[in-house]
C-alpha cells in the first residue's frame, strides 16, 4: 500500500522517542549503566549497544567512554618504577612518521658524548596525523598513542608544537587507557627479562666451571710450573743449544752418506773401464 514504507518508519521514531522519554523519567537511566562520575560536573558514559532510544549525551559534562584502540595524538612514557623516561633518543619513531612532525635531540654527558635519553622531543600536533607508526615502530614501548582528543587551542604555534613535558605521561596513565595491550607487553617484557636471567646465570655458572678448572691444572689435570723470568731464559738456550746440536749430527750424517755415493760410483766406473779395455785388447788380437 502507498506510504507503508513512512508509516513504519514514523514508527521506528516514534518508538525512540517514548523509550528516551520513559528512560529520562528513570532514577538512574540506563544511558547511566556503566559510566564513570569522574567529578561533581562531568561523568563519562558507557553507551552499550543494547541501548535503546535516542542518547543525547550533555558534552562537555558528559562523554563517551572511549574504545581501548582510540588514538588520537602520541604521548612518551615515564617509568615510574625506572625512575626515567623510556624514550631513549633512538629517532625511529622520527624516520617512520610519514609527515615528519617529530624532532628529537639527543642528550649528551658532560664530555659532550651522546647519551641514550632525549634532551629534547617535540610533536607538531597539528600536522599529526594519528597514524600510530611511531607507537608501532618504537622498539622500547615509549611511544604510545594517547586517548585525549579535546586540544582547541587560539593559536596553532607554539601552542600545537608539544613539547617533551606536555608529552610525557607516567606509565600508569598509559596503563588505564591500553589496559589489554598493557598487559600484553609487560607479560612480554617478563618473559624476556627471566630470559636474561637464565642467560646470565648460564654464563656465571660456565666461568666458574671455566675457573675451577684452570686452577686445577687444566683438562689434562696437570699442573703447569711457573717459572721466573731468568729460569725461562735458561730453559731457551737449552732449547736452542739442543737445537744446533741436532742440525749438526743431520749435517754429518748427509755428508757420509754423499761420500760414500761418490767412492761406489768411482768404483764402478773403474769395473766398466776396466772390461772396456779387456774387451778391445781381444778384437785386436793382442
Ligand atoms: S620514542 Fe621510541 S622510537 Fe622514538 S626515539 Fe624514543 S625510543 Fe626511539
Ligand atoms: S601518529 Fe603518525 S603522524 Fe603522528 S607522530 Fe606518530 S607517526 Fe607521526
Redesign the pocket.
Known amino acids: 500500500m502507498f506510504g507503508t514504507g513512512l508509516l513504519k518508519g514514523l514508527g521506528v521514531t516514534l518508538k525512540h522517542f517514548t523509550e528516551t522519554f520513559i528512560d529520562d523519567r528513570r532514577k538512574e537511566p540506563s544511558r547511566y549503566e556503566g559510566s564513570i562520575q569522574v567529578d561533581e560536573r562531568r561523568r563519562i558514559i558507557h553507551q552499550p549497544i543494547s541501548q535503546e532510544g535516542l542518547l543525547t549525551i550533555q558534552y562537555p559534562e558528559e562523554r563517551r567512554l572511549l574504545p581501548e584502540r582510540f588514538r588520537y595524538i602520541p604521548m ?1 612514557i615515564w617509568d615510574t618504577e625506572a625512575g626515567e623516561d ?9 624516520k617512520v612518521c610519514p609527515p615528519q612532525c617529530i624532532w ?1 635531540v639527543r642528550d649528551s654527558d658532560e664530555s659532550g658524548k651522546p647519551i641514550t635519553r ?1 634532551a629534547e622531543f617535540y610533536i607538531d600536533v597539528a600536522v599529526c596525523m594519528s597514524c600510530s607508526f ?1 607507537a608501532e ?4 614501548d ?2 604510545k598513542m594517547n586517548h585525549d582528543y579535546e586540544l582547541a587551542v587560539y593559536d596553532r604555534y607554539p601552542q600545537l608544537v608539544y613539547d617533551k613535558e606536555e608529552l610525557t605521561v607516567p606509565i600508569e596513565y598509559y596503563a588505564a587507557l591500553w589496559p589489554t595491550q598493557y598487559a600484553a607487553e609487560e607479560a612480554q617484557r617478563a618473559k624476556q627479562k627471566e630470559e636474561e636471567r637464565r642467560r646470565e646465570e648460564e654464563k656465571k655458572k660456565a666461568a666458574e666451571a671455566k675457573a675451577q678448572a684452570q686452577t686445577a691444572g687444566g683438562e689434562s689435570g696437570v699442573a703447569k710450573p711457573k717459572r721466573s723470568k731468568e729460569e725461562l731464559e735458561v730453559l731457551k738456550a737449552q732449547a736452542a743449544a739442543k737445537a744446533a746440536a741436532r742440525k749438526g749430527e743431520e749435517g754429518g750424517a748427509e755428508t757420509e752418506d754423499a761420500e760414500a755415493a761418490k767412492r761406489a760410483r768411482l768404483e764402478e766406473l773403474k769395473r766398466k773401464a776396466a772390461e772396456k779395455a779387456a774387451q778391445r785388447k781381444k778384437e785386436s788380437g793382442e
Open positions: 612518551l623510556r624514550c631513549t633518543a633512538c629517532g625511529i619513531c622520527a628529537i632525549p611511531c615502530f618504537c622498539p622500547f615509549a611511544i
